[in-house]
């Protein structure tokens, strides 16, 4: 991860990111202008992810995606022009990326991060960064991944977006950080009437992070997960199908075949979750919905920030977006 000794901000870089250092202070800041952060899968969350990162002040981002823009891009994607319509989606992006902030380097790569891949990029790739997110990716290629981010003691961040339903998933494996503490302290005089004022001080701490195969290996029958369940519901083992259907597929739920998705993914559904899954669940999972990438976008790049700043705690591990409750919770899943 990037430190201390970064070379220190040049006097426009403090004025543009002055807001900034004012929220999180000039250390942060400077952690954050070293920061080399990779974005594999440039969908509508890529874009969202990658416009809060830009804004932020990072060094440097690469965009990687093999893909093309398509028709479903339109429902979100908005980094990429509705001209560039079957060109390659992370090369369409860059002209409106590097925009948002012409101090940060970004590039695009168009090969991919997908380990099955032909014109996979190599797990060496990975080391030139601080910082890898992975967006529309098999199981088999995500669990890779981050094996080789913790390997390389690489920060790890997945996430995804199905029509309004979205989840982030981190492992930052062994993270130090610090965070503000308040506390009261009395200011009064002995036989004065109590008098206190709140101080704020910081403490060090340190947060230990599961790979995704542990949480993705999560038994849903045992007694900690029907816990879960019971207060938070299935978001979770919606992530768990509609993961398991784009393995299968290698694709995700195409809108133009809805009533073929919607059999298959209850199908699946009776796999892995019979009887707690509803069959009305998948009904907004279907292309990428731009507000559902707003949020989630949001969420991941905040912790990003949060991350390479090393202020304040990070969400520890997963956070997912009910289109049900239209609410976003954060669930500490550690395997069994």
Known sequence: MVGLSDPELTEHEAELYDRQIRLWGLESQKRLRAARILIAGVSGLGAEIAKNIILAGVKSVVLLDDAVVSEADRCSQFLAPTTALGSNRAEACLQRARALNPMVEIRA??????VSAENYVGDDYFSEFDV????????????????????????????DVW????YTFADLQEHEFVEDVFKHKVVSKPNEKLKTELVTTTAKRTLSFPPLKTVLDFDVKSPAFIKKLKRTGPAFLILRILQAYRDEFNSDPDYKKRAEAMKDLLRIRDQIAPNIVGDNAFGHVFAQISPAAAVVGGE?????????????????????????????????????
């Open 109 to 114: 790569d168009t090969k991919s991060a997908n």
């Open 132 to 159: 890898v997110v992975v967006t529309g990716l098999p199981t088999r290629s995500l669990v890779a991944i981050n094996e080789i981010c913790r390997e390389k003691r690489i920060k790890f961040f997945a996430g």
């Open 163 to 166: 029509g309004m339903f979205g």
């Open 300 to 336: 991941l790049a905040q912790e990003i920030i949060k991350t390479v700043s090393q202020k304040e705690a990070p969400h520890h591990n997963v956070f997912l977006f009910d289109p049900e409750t239209c609410c976003g919770f954060v669930e500490s899943i550690e395997g069994n």
